[in-house]
């Protein structure tokens, strides 16, 4: 999935993810993911393959916490697709959350990497460096 890809196929593919993620948790929607996807996290730390997408989320466990994201709205960006959505974490703390614009691009029908903002300008900008609209 590519350039090539319809919206309507990358609609499909990221809503599958993220209904898997919600409902049968970060693992299940793992396996979904390209096997070399990159995943950039909101403070710019990338994550590499699926053994990393893993890794991000053992990170909050190490620290007691749990990170939860829900999206809201889902945008068409030739040729990606930007999910704005809520990052929530908690911990014995408490709950703290952010909005977050979550970038996905896509390889050969999957989504091949997945880049977090914290602001929507900061997401289109990704999407036009790398050859989008």
Do not use: C, Q
């Amino acid at each position: 999935m590519g350039h090539d890809a319809s919206v309507d196929e990358r609609l499909d593919a990221v809503h599958e993810l993220w209904s898997t993620y919600r409902e049968r948790g970060a693992e299940p929607a793992i396996l979904l993911l390209d096997p070399e996807v990159e995943f950039v996290a909101h403070d710019g730390r990338a994550y590499r393959g699926r053994d990393g997408v893993r890794r991000f989320f053992a990170e909050f466990e190490e620290r007691g916490e749990r990170f939860m994201a829900s999206p809201y709205t889902f945008e068409p960006h030739d040729p990606d697709l930007l999910v704005i959505g809520h990052r929530r974490i908690a911990s014995d703390d408490g709950l703290r959350g952010d909005y977050l614009f979550f970038v996905h691009s896509f390889r050969d029908g999957r989504v091949a990497r997945i880049a977090a903002y914290t602001n929507k300008a900061e997401a289109l900008a990704d999407i036009t460096a790398r050859g989008g609209t």
